[in-house]
């Protein structure tokens, strides 16, 4: 079952305050009738329904921040993930948070290519190791000067 929001809390505790059973109110909010006794009895320890802490690392980037690489990223084509975390933000956050960030969003970082850029000749399928003999006519020239 999914969680009750912060409204769907407070509506429980104030169904409750306005005479209604735990099992009527669970029943309205689609939950389970222990989940309504929980929540009243934080009601009572803390006067608040809001969540508990939780343990663990709080997050570097912002539900907005989010947002926004999943905004940034795939309208950029030659931006990588390195350089964006780096430069877009505004604070340092590792290309690893990143990456993370975009497959929650089933985007995919790529690195950037490291090796030789296509050229007409690559493309068409022919050896890119071959010279041009104007190239080497040129060199030729230049080693008998």
């Not at 509506?11 to 989940?35: D, N, P, S, W, Y």
């Not at 390195?82 to 960030?101: C, K, Q």
Request: some cysteine; overall charge positive.
């Amino acid at each position: 079952m999914p969680r009750l929001t912060a409204e769907q809390r407070e509506g429980a505790i104030g169904m409750l305050q306005m005479g209604g059973t735990q099992e009527h109110v669970a029943r309205i909010m689609g939950c389970f009738k222990c989940t309504i006794a929980r929540l009243v009895t934080r009601h009572r320890q803390t006067g608040s329904t809001a969540d508990r802490p939780r343990s663990g690392r709080p997050k570097v980037t912002t539900p907005q921040e989010d947002r926004y690489l999943r905004v940034l990223l795939p309208m950029s084509t030659f931006l990588t993930v390195t350089s964006s975390s780096a430069n877009s933000l505004g604070h340092p956050v590792s290309w690893r948070t990143v990456a993370r960030r975009l497959r929650l969003y089933g985007l995919r970082a790529y690195r950037p290519f490291k090796g030789m850029t296509p050229t007409s000749q690559t493309e068409m399928g022919q050896d890119c190791t071959a010279v041009p003999e104007e190239k080497l006519a040129k060199s030729a020239l230049r080693r008998q000067e």
